[in-house]
């Protein structure tokens, strides 16, 4: 069962145009052809990177937030109580209201001490500023590595300067050393995205993430079993461009650097959206879709990598209109408030406002708390805090 799954699997009309078998990809002492079973060596390679990772973000980038005045805020915690905790691991971490009502019943305690609790536990979960400096920084250092590899392995290859070229001798293009590597070390890193994923800091755009990764390695898995890797490297160098721009305006920010933030934030915006909503469509989609033809009929690789950039230009639109949203806000406001990406963290003026609602329902406000001691001042007397209240309800003069 196992032997037909695979024979059925790596037809030839899968994954080569018609006409062309998998004897006409015989590799030969000086042509090599890209091999499936070479993918399974970005598996070990992703766990390299995992572990420079760690040891880059320890060794190197903590110090350095630390000696770049990145701080983290003190947050207060909450106090130990099981049967929240057990609901907040099991249940839900942001309860409705009648939820915080049962809860209350059952631990004895106020309605608003239990929605302090699951604030603060909440606040405990997200991560610290520290840890997002790190992370921007190693995807920075990774990002500038990979783009400068690309430029290098590309400046002389015939396709980035005319992209007909992706197509011609296709699907008989013997893989050069320089694009195996630069192929392995992306496929690599995107391993090590998902392997890390759970750990890393998640956004609002987490599930869109999630897509991303998918398919981007299914891009980058079957452009390489299909030969397709003069386009796949377009497609890696087009991402990368704008990525290089990304973290170290993420940096900057954790800083507080606001203006070098800004500046960097609007140069990245640019490149972001001419490098994905201009470039990657010419160069990319309408070179696949297009000019391919002009070599092959369509087949089922022709499909299958064509929904899979499609699906690659949706996300560009999704995050393109965030970052016009908060280009829009930028022009408005004159700066950058957040990453609308970024979940916002709750602080105490939410258990202050929370406080004077609760005094509000018992009818004593804290307006009117002042309110009396301005009158009882104003009239010539003292404060009630400089007398003496005795029991028989008299009023003594200190």
């Not at 070229?165 to 699907?171: A, D, K, N, R, S």
């Not at 721009?245 to 507080?256: A, G, Q, R, S, V």
Request: hydrophobic content about 40%; overall charge neutral; proline content about 5%.
């Amino acid at each position: 069962m196992a032997r037909s799954l695979y024979e059925w699997l790596w037809q030839h009309e899968f994954w080569l145009p018609p006409g062309i078998t998998w004897e006409d990809m015989q590799e030969s002492e000086d042509i090599h052809y890209p091999q499936p079973r070479d993918l399974l060596l970005s598996f070990p390679f992703a766990l390299i990177l995992v572990v420079i990772r760690c040891a880059f973000e320890r060794a190197i980038a903590l110090p350095l937030s630390a000696k770049l005045g990145v701080r983290d805020k003190q947050r207060p915690k909450a106090q130990p109580n099981p049967m929240l905790e057990t609901f907040y691991s099991t249940r839900c971490k942001t309860p409705e209201e009648g939820e915080l009502i049962s809860l209350a019943k059952q631990c004895d305690l106020p309605v608003r001490k239990v929605e302090r609790w699951f604030r603060r536990r909440r606040n405990a979960d997200r991560p610290s500023l520290s840890k997002k400096f790190c992370e921007a920084c190693w995807r920075f250092i990774f990002y500038i590595t990979s783009f400068v590899t690309g430029l290098a392995v590309l400046y002389d290859k015939p396709w980035l300067w005319d992209h007909r070229e992706c197509w011609t001798g296709y699907p008989q293009q013997p893989l050069q050393p320089s694009l195996f590597w630069y192929y392995l070390l992306e496929l690599s890193f995107y391993w090590s995205l998902v392997f890390t994923l759970p750990f890393d800091v998640k956004r609002k755009d987490f599930k869109e993430q999630i897509v991303h990764h998918a398919a981007t390695i299914f891009l980058i898995s079957f452009s390489y079993c299909a030969n397709y890797i003069r386009i796949g490297t377009l497609v890696l160098v087009i991402h990368d461009a704008s990525d290089c721009f990304l973290e170290p305006t993420k940096i900057f920010n954790y800083m507080k650097w606001k203006k070098t933030c800004d500046s960097l934030f609007m140069i990245f915006s640019a490149v972001f959206l001419i490098s994905r909503l201009v470039i990657f469509p010419y160069t990319v989609l309408y070179n696949t879709y297009y000019y391919s033809m002009e070599i092959f009929q369509p087949f089922f690789g022709y499909y299958f990598v064509n929904v899979l950039l499609i699906i690659l230009q949706l996300l560009h639109v999704f995050w393109s209109c965030l970052i016009i949203h908060m280009v829009c806000k930028f022009f408005v406001q004159g700066t950058m408030e957040k990453d609308m990406r970024s979940d916002t963290e709750e602080s105490d003026k939410d258990e202050e406002s929370e406080d004077i609602r609760g005094k509000e329902k018992n009818g004593v406000t804290y307006f009117s708390n002042i309110t009396s001691n301005n009158y009882i001042q104003r009239n010539g007397s003292e404060p009630l805090n400089n007398r003496t209240h005795l029991t028989n309800g008299h009023v003594k003069e200190r």
